[in-house]
């Protein structure tokens, strides 16, 4: 079955997480003197459960070709996960359920558009477009086993359209 990819917003993301966008409407701040504007707090880092702690990494993602097919979800279930890709350029899919059992929601990000996954959203790992893409992880490291792999009932497919 085919899945409809809709467009990233804050409100259609909102049960899985938190959209990570400086023209969401966040608040902003001038800071340096009025040399730069701060979007503060656009998502929740939430890291902590059960003695972790917050680290960034930066992942280098392949670019995949569509369509693609949907098979396997991962959650973590001590930690939420954020990325931000470091090319504003850069497109990727988001795909996100609410259980391993229901029907997913893929979204196309565009614009330097990030995302954090809240703890325990099942999401499809990163699935760049177009090029190789460079993203700012933040995340859990820590005791524990923080990443759980499922497959889906069904295979979904995932192409744009056109």
Do not use: K
């Amino acid at each position: 079955m085919r899945l409809p990819v809709e467009a990233l917003t804050r409100a259609a993301f909102a049960p899985f997480g938190e959209v990570i966008d400086a023209d969401a409407g966040a608040a902003t701040v001038a800071i340096n003197a009025g040399t730069a504007q701060r979007h503060a707090a656009l998502a929740e880092v939430d890291t902590s459960h059960a003695g972790g702690r917050a680290v960034i990494s930066r992942v280098r993602a392949q670019p995949r070709a569509l369509p693609c097919t949907v098979n396997r979800l991962e959650r973590h279930p001590l930690g939420s996960q954020a990325f931000v890709p470091l090319d504003p350029a850069q497109r990727y899919l988001v795909v996100v359920a609410s259980a391993i059992d229901a029907v997913p929601r893929a979204f196309l990000a565009t614009n330097g558009q990030g995302v954090n996954y809240r703890r325990g959203t099942w999401h499809h790992p990163l699935l760049a477009l177009d090029r190789v893409g460079d993203f700012l992880v933040v995340d859990r490291a820590g005791p524990g086993d923080n990443c759980e792999e499922a497959a889906l009932p069904q295979a979904w497919e995932l192409q744009l359209p056109s």
